[in-house]
């Protein structure tokens, strides 16, 4: 289905920045564009600065990285134009042989902004990329995109009898947040003064990230967000095949304007995905394996009325309860000469201390979190079904290695209110806006199901299940609990780990996570974070 094409602001730059910008981006005033001519390491700093600045990706370029490049042996490029290869070689081995491993070999960074926090998930979704999304826990979403909040204008909803209520609803929930966010950044510098040795742009920091973290729940799902992508052609033309397909008309029209500009760099790897018989074919095998889904489980489970509003949960639902005893296994099977079968039977009749001795010696020293053990730790899985707020799962989805898949995101769960709302004295506002972005979501979902939850705003809860090895719950529950983490998500993490010990009895694979913090979190969570900043930027003697 097509409709009406999205109008994204579009960006302003005085002639000499255009000259400038031609030789390093793909296009100048669309919402998505490649990165070229620039060293990788520059293109990585620039990802990993925007997802921290209010900025668009080349105004940050021009802003705070291109005075520091020599860019004189650039001047006669033009990128905007595409880029001209010898493609005959990649043509032959590629598209008429289809040796998809070819187009594993060249990657491209992509820039795609305004986009909504949907879209956002479904960009996300691929396992074999990188990605850095704008973060809710530093950018202030009351700054305007072009004279107006920074959400998605739909342009079918706008154009039908819910287009005046849409906009007025989400400025008014924009408004709140803009409110609210004020408002409690008061309350947190009088309930967490300043400490000695601390600058006020430390202190000043932190704050504005608690305050930020408290109101992101207001902000609905149609809240705009840029998103910077690294991938090879093999992974983005997975990813463009399931945009193809996906019912949200936004994620189609994107699809398009990312094919755009990736044919500018890697057109070879992407021929096949507009092809009748190709991409086509595969994006409609998807499309209609989805319906098929949603009309036989509309017909086996109708009778089973969705679960009400419900306290935030995790359950594990499944694991291995041998899951220990094969994992000791996998850690001495590289050190020995026996078959598995037979390492397994000698490691179920070890004491239980020589068991822990095996992971002990695998697991090591860790100085740091980042220290992790081997694959040997993949030899065992865990399947979490979470209910959580919307915002907590934004940033647990994107943990690439892990399985997981989501239901509709409506406010039939209920949604979380932070206490610091409550202690703030902001509780009938915020549930105001509750209230508000419910409405909305009704409104729509009659008429415009598959966008109805561009309304619903991130406090509200989601489900979705998560399935992971032991290998990536270490590093998933260990950075996830860390004390400047979202309490959110925090909480999320904490549970994983005790029911890994206590529900699966794997308290092996508990004991290997030592950097799982249970602690109720800090004060001012960002507080050390922004510290070491601060001493690393005055190591380095940058401002």
């Given at each position: 289905?097509?409709?009406?094409?999205?109008?994204?602001?579009?960006?302003?730059?005085?002639?000499?920045e255009q000259t400038v910008l031609r030789r390093y981006f793909t296009n100048l005033d669309g919402p998505v564009f490649a990165l070229v001519n620039l060293p990788e390491v520059v293109k990585g700093a620039l990802f990993a600065r925007y997802s921290r600045s209010a900025k668009s990706l080349r105004r940050l370029f021009l802003d705070e990285f291109v005075g520091e490049l020599d860019t004189t042996g650039d001047e006669t490029i033009d990128a905007t134009i595409g880029l001209e290869r010898a493609e005959a070689l990649y043509d032959r081995v590629f598209f008429e042989y289809g040796?998809?491993?070819?187009?594993?070999?060249?990657?491209?960074?992509?820039?795609?902004?305004?986009?909504?926090?949907?879209?956002t998930k479904v960009l996300e979704w691929g396992r074999l990329?990188?990605?850095?999304?704008?973060?809710?826990?530093?950018?202030?979403?009351?700054?305007?995109?072009?004279?107006?909040y920074r959400y998605f204008r739909d342009p079918e909803i706008l154009s039908s009898n819910l287009g005046a209520r849409y906009v007025g609803d989400m400025d008014r929930l924009f408004d709140t947040y803009a409110t609210l966010a004020r408002d409690i950044q008061d309350h947190f510098r009088e309930h967490f003064p300043k400490a000695e040795g601390d600058s006020d742009f430390v202190h000043r920091?932190?704050?504005?990230?608690?305050?930020?973290?408290?109101?992101?729940?207001?902000?609905?799902?149609?809240?705009?967000?840029?998103?910077?992508?690294?991938?090879?052609?093999?992974?983005?033309?997975?990813?463009?095949?399931?945009?193809?397909?996906?019912?949200?008309?936004?994620?189609?029209?994107?699809?398009?304007?990312?094919?755009?500009?990736?044919?500018?760099?890697?057109?070879?790897?992407?021929?096949?995905?507009?092809?009748?018989?190709?991409?086509?074919?595969?994006?409609?095998?998807?499309?209609?394996?989805?319906?098929?889904?949603?009309?036989?489980?509309?017909?086996?489970?109708?009778?089973?009325?969705?679960?009400?509003?419900?306290?935030?949960?995790?359950?594990?639902?499944?694991?291995?309860?041998?899951?220990?005893?094969?994992?000791?296994a996998a850690m001495l099977y590289p050190y020995t000469g026996l078959a598995e079968s037979r390492l397994l039977d000698r490691v179920r009749?070890?004491?239980?201390?020589?068991?822990?001795?095996?992971?002990?010696?695998?697991?090591?020293e860790r100085g740091n979190r980042r220290h992790k053990p081997g694959r040997a730790l993949e030899r065992t899985d865990y399947r979490f079904d979470v209910v959580s707020d919307y915002g907590a799962f934004r940033d647990l989805q994107r943990h690439r290695m892990a399985t997981i898949e989501w239901q509709e995101l409506g406010p039939l769960h209920g949604y979380t209110r932070p206490p610091s709302i409550d202690d703030a004295g902001l509780t009938e506002p915020f549930d105001e806006a509750m209230e508000l972005s419910r409405q909305l979501w009704s409104a729509l979902s009659e008429r415009f199901p598959e966008r109805s939850a561009y309304a619903v705003s991130l406090a509200y809860r989601v489900r979705y299940v998560m399935q992971f090895n032991a290998r990536e719950a270490m590093h998933l529950i260990e950075l996830r609990t860390a004390t400047q983490g979202h309490p959110s998500y925090r909480a999320v993490g904490q549970a994983m780990h005790r029911l890994i010990a206590e529900r699966?009895?794997?308290?092996?694979?508990?004991?290997?996570?030592?950097?799982?913090?249970?602690?109720?979190?800090?004060?001012?969570?960002?507080?050390?974070?922004?510290?070491?900043?601060?001493?690393?930027?005055?190591?380095?003697?940058?401002s």
């Open positions: 289905m097509s409709g009406p094409v999205p109008t994204y602001v579009t960006e302003s730059f005085d002639d000499e040796d998809d491993s070819v187009a594993q070999l060249g990657g491209v960074h992509l820039a795609c902004e305004q986009a909504s926090n949907l879209l990329m990188s990605y850095l999304e704008q973060s809710t826990r530093y950018i202030p979403y009351d700054e305007r995109l072009g004279g107006r920091q932190a704050i504005r990230a608690k305050a930020f973290d408290a109101t992101r729940g207001i902000l609905p799902a149609a809240a705009l967000s840029n998103v910077g992508i690294y991938g090879s052609g093999q992974a983005f033309e997975s990813l463009l095949l399931r945009m193809r397909s996906h019912p949200l008309p936004e994620s189609r029209t994107y699809a398009d304007l990312m094919l755009t500009e990736l044919r500018k760099v890697i057109p070879s790897f992407l021929k096949r995905v507009d092809l009748p018989d190709r991409g086509v074919a595969w994006s409609d095998y998807l499309e209609q394996n989805r319906s098929a889904m949603e009309t036989v489980a509309y017909e086996m489970l109708s009778g089973d009325a969705v679960q009400g509003p419900t306290a935030p949960s995790v359950d594990l639902v499944d694991f291995d309860p041998d899951g220990e005893i094969k994992m000791v009749a070890m004491s239980t201390e020589d068991r822990m001795a095996v992971v002990r010696a695998y697991v090591g699966a009895g794997h308290r092996a694979v508990a004991e290997m996570m030592r950097y799982v913090d249970h602690s109720g979190g800090a004060d001012l969570e960002r507080l050390g974070a922004e510290r070491r900043a601060e001493e690393r930027r005055s190591a380095s003697g940058s």
